[in-house]
Every structure is written in structure tokens, then in C-alpha cells.
């Protein structure tokens, strides 16, 4: 419970207590001495048990406390034979009702009235039914109390219930607005890494031709070859620019397979490297999500093979088979001692197991160079593609 509540709560039913308390010192025809002390003594507990012990009505000690406070109320009901003294009996039943649980707090209220209706009977001297003006009207009482406790500490259950699922809700929203922002950082570094890494390395080895050429005096070749480097590298740039769209629509027009060829033709001429592809025709339709993952894996085999392994001579190829697509690129280039995975391998790994597929490197068993193969599972049914 809301600790602002509950003190609320406390301050009233301690008014009320207190109120009680003059009223029926005040209204009682049978005043004494033994009523005034034990009526102040019932009114000094709850001052105690509320604000100086401040005791926890769901602990044992609570649980004591109260029954110790039933006793004091029907001793005072039964000295006073006044109605005002069924008030502290009453507001017990909505305490214990309030903390307790329910099967507790019926048996409260049952008890209550039995010890009660009994300790009058005996008090004075078993009158009959019809005097004991109390008997049946009590009752309903008793258990109006209780029911309207227990539909209020319902109510407080459910709106506290309420304020633990918002704040579980809101502290999920953060949560899920933070993973969101770093999963779209982390594609977007990955993104430039892949771009910019295959424009560097592609303009990097246009300029030593180039600079090859300049040394045998083959200037034209150089021009032409600085050329090129000048056109691939203002292409990396609006590679670079269009990367912060990650996830892009599948637009009309939109051909994954010319941007796969568009790829390794640029590459090829870029590089001088000889790339054989083979792309299968029947490709289905694939989200755009599969294709990035594809085109980028494309796009960092082929420049780690140039950049690290010296290759200079490709095969890759796309095949779709019943149930998933298989892509693999092959290189001539140095044979790693141990691949390791840095930031361009981890995030093609990562982004072809987010649309669940699989990928391995290893070496060439009986030849140099590096094996890149991936399988991504696809729909089987087959849409030939035009190119």
C-alpha cells in the first residue's frame, strides 16, 4: 500500500477512534470509572500501535495486537451496553479484513459477534432474546463491515496491481527504445564498415595499378585507372549516404540480381580481379532484410579476399535449393593460420542469423584461399525473376 494512503487511513480511523471514545464516555447511562480508564486505554493502543511501535498488521505481532484490542472492545461493549461501543469492534473487522486474509477475517467476523452476543448473555445473567436489542441487526452489521473492507482492499490490490504493470510496462518501453537505438547503430556501423571498407579497398588497388602504370610509363592506362577510382569512390559516397536507410521498401523496379551483378562487374573492373558467378534465375522473392544480408556478404568476402588474402580470382554463386537459399564465394587468395572474426565477419555473421541462417569460413583443403558459405531457409515456392 501507498505509505501516504495508509497513513490516511490510520489519521481517520484514529479520529474516529478518539471521536468514539468522547462520545461514548459522554452518551453511556451506566458511566464509571473502570469504563472511563478502560475506554482510554483502548484509545492509548491504537496511539501506540499506529504511531509509536508502528506495528505491521500482516505480522504475527499485528495479528496479537488486534485480538488483544478485540478482547479490550467487547470488555468496554459489555461494561457500556451502549451502541458507540460496537464502533471498536466494528472498525477491527475492517482492519483485520483490510490486512488479513479473507478466510481470516470471516472468522474475525463470526468470532466477534459470538464472543460479544455470549459475553452479554453471561454479563447479564441470560435475559431473554427479546431484550438483547442487538442480536440480529448486529449481525448484518458485522458483515457489511467486512464486506465493504474487503471490496476496498480489492480495489487497492487492483489499482496497486495497476501501478506495477505501468511501471513494468514503462520500464520494458526504455528498455526496448534502448535496444532499439543500439540495434540501429549497430546497422548502420555496420552499414559504412561494409560500404566504405569495399570502396577503400576497391580504390586502394585502382590507384597501385595505377601507380604500376605510371612507373612503366603507360600513362593513359594510369589516367584511365585514376578514372576509375575517381567514379568508384563518388559512388562509395552515395553508398555511404543511402546506408542510413537500412531496411528499404521493396520499390517497383527494385532487381536484387542486377545489384548483385552491378557488384561484382564494379569490383571486377575496379580491381582488375577475375570474379565467375553463378546466380540462379528462379530466386523467389525475398524480404529486404535477406537480401542486405546477401548483398553485404558479398560485398566484405570480396573485399577481405582482395584486402587481406591478395586473391585474384573469384567463384561465387547463388543457388536456391527445396528449402533454402545457398550462397557461396570461393577465393585464390592466402590461406589464413586462423580466421579471425573482427568487425566486418561478426556483423555479416550476425546479420544473416537474424533472418536465420547460417554461416561458416574455412580454408581450401588442397588449394589456397578462403570458402564462404551461407544458407538461409526461404519459402519453396519459386518466382522466376527477370533480369
Known amino acids: 500500500m501507498d505509505a501516504q494512503l495508509n497513513y490516511r487511513i490510520k489519521l481517520i480511523l484514529t479520529t474516529i477512534v478518539l471521536g468514539t471514545t468522547i462520545i461514548l464516555l459522554v452518551h453511556t447511562p451506566d458511566f464509571s470509572f473502570e469504563l472511563c480508564l478502560l475506554s482510554i486505554g483502548y484509545m492509548v493502543a491504537v496511539l501506540i500501535r499506529d504511531y509509536l511501535l508502528k506495528i505491521n498488521l500482516n505480522s504475527p505481532t499485528g495479528f496479537l495486537f488486534l485480538i488483544f484490542q478485540l478482547a479490550l472492545a467487547i470488555v468496554i461493549s459489555v461494561l457500556s451496553?451502549?451502541?458507540?461501543?460496537?464502533?471498536?469492534?466494528?472498525?477491527?473487522?475492517?482492519?483485520?479484513?483490510?490486512?488479513?486474509?479473507?478466510?481470516q477475517s470471516i472468522l474475525f467476523t463470526i468470532a466477534s459477534y459470538l464472543i460479544c452476543v455470549i459475553s452479554l448473555r453471561i454479563y447479564h445473567y441470560f435475559p431473554p432474546f427479546d431484550e438483547i436489542y442487538y442480536v440480529l441487526p448486529r449481525i448484518i452489521e458485522y458483515f457489511a463491515i467486512f464486506g465493504i473492507s474487503l471490496l476496498a482492499k480489492i480495489a487497492f490490490q487492483q489499482k496497486n496491481q495497476l501501478a506495477r504493470d505501468n511501471e513494468?510496462?514503462?520500464?520494458?518501453?526504455?528498455?526496448l527504445e534502448r535496444r532499439a537505438k543500439l540495434q540501429e547503430r549497430t546497422r548502420i556501423s555496420r552499414e559504412i564498415h561494409d560500404s566504405v571498407g569495399h570502396t577503400l579497398t576497391s580504390a586502394l588497388t585502382g590507384l597501385q595499378a595505377a601507380s604500376h602504370a605510371i612507373g612503366k610509363t603507360q600513362y593513359s592506362i594510369a589516367v584511365e585507372m585514376i578514372d576509375r577510382t575517381k567514379e568508384n569512390i563518388l559512388s562509395g559516397l552515395d553508398d555511404v549516404r543511402t546506408s542510413v536507410h537500412l531496411l528499404r521498401e521493396n520499390i517497383p523496379g527494385?532487381?536484387?540480381?542486377?545489384?548483385?551483378?552491378?557488384?561484382?562487374?564494379?569490383?571486377?573492373?575496379?580491381?582488375?580481379?577475375?570474379?565467375?558467378?553463378?546466380?540462379?534465375?528462379?530466386?523467389?522473392?525475398?524480404?529486404?532484410?535477406?537480401?542486405?544480408a546477401i548483398y553485404r556478404a558479398l560485398q566484405e568476402g570480396l573485399t577481405n579476399g582482395i584486402r587481406h588474402g591478395a586473391s585474384t580470382h573469384f567463384q561465387f554463386s547463388l543457388t536456391l535449393h527445396t528449402a533454402f537459399l545457398r550462397f557461396v564465394l570461393s577465393d585464390n587468395g592466402k590461406s589464413p593460420i586462423r580466421i579471425i572474426h573482427g568487425f566486418g565477419l561478426?556483423?555479416?555473421?550476425?546479420?544473416?542469423?537474424?533472418?536465420?541462417?547460417?554461416?561458416?569460413?574455412?580454408?581450401?583443403?588442397?588449394?589456397?584461399?578462403?570458402?564462404?558459405?551461407?544458407?538461409?531457409?526461404?519459402?519453396?515456392?519459386?518466382?522466376?525473376?527477370?533480369?
Open 81 to 103: 451496553e451502549d451502541f458507540f461501543a460496537q464502533i471498536y469492534i466494528l472498525i477491527l473487522i475492517g482492519e483485520f479484513t483490510f490486512y488479513r486474509s479473507r478466510n
Open 254 to 292: 527494385h532487381q536484387f540480381i542486377l545489384e548483385l551483378q552491378g557488384l561484382i562487374h564494379e569490383t571486377s573492373k575496379q580491381t582488375n580481379v577475375e570474379i565467375e558467378s553463378h546466380i540462379d534465375a528462379s530466386l523467389p522473392d525475398l524480404s529486404p532484410m535477406i537480401e542486405i
Open 168 to 175: 513494468q510496462l514503462r520500464i520494458a518501453s526504455i528498455e
Open 346 to 387: 561478426n556483423a555479416m555473421k550476425e546479420r544473416v542469423e537474424d533472418v536465420g541462417g547460417e554461416l561458416s569460413i574455412s580454408t581450401k583443403e588442397h588449394a589456397s584461399g578462403v570458402i564462404l558459405e551461407i544458407t538461409i531457409p526461404v519459402q519453396t515456392n519459386k518466382i522466376g525473376r527477370s533480369e
